[in-house]
């Protein structure tokens, strides 16, 4: 039998369709479940909340005039806090989360000490495009929150 012998039938045209579709249907299927297990979660547990001293936050952190980035090499991770000047700020409190961008699974909440021009934490950690989630807060009491990216090649 030649190929010119065979005939497309209806049968035929509903497996490829059911199969083409099949595959399809697999794959998102598999993309949503991804997408929703490494999803970090909530940023606030109330957004209209959040959203009524947003405008104060950001007025009263911009006046600040803090400039703020990162560095990582060496084992450790190096953040620049600097006022409108370029002079390294020294904060009261200072927390930060570093981590991956896309999932929670490798964060770390390091530990930094303030050098007299930056701070330094020791971490370990592998290439890639991370987050520092950090909030401070200035000597006069203001907060600051900022989410800063890192990328380590």
Do not use: C
């Amino acid at each position: 039998m030649t190929t010119a012998d065979r005939k497309l039938t209806g049968w035929h045209v509903l497996a490829i369709f059911t199969g083409a579709f099949g595959v399809i249907i697999a794959v998102n299927l598999a993309l949503a479940f991804n997408a929703v297990s490494t999803f970090p979660g909530l940023e606030v547990r109330n957004s209209y909340v959040a959203s009524q001293s947003f405008d104060a936050r950001r007025d009263a952190q911009q006046a600040l005039g803090w400039q703020v980035r990162a560095e990582a090499g060496g084992g450790q991770v190096t953040l620049w806090i600097e006022d409108a000047g370029g002079r390294p700020v020294q904060v009261t409190e200072l927390h930060a989360v570093l981590g991956r961008a896309t999932h929670v699974k490798d964060d770390l909440e390091p530990a930094f000490t303030f050098t007299g021009r930056n701070y330094v934490a020791a971490a370990q950690i592998g290439p890639g495009n991370w987050n520092v989630r950090m909030t401070a807060r200035a000597l006069d009491g203001t907060p600051f929150a900022q989410r800063v990216i890192l990328r380590v090649e």
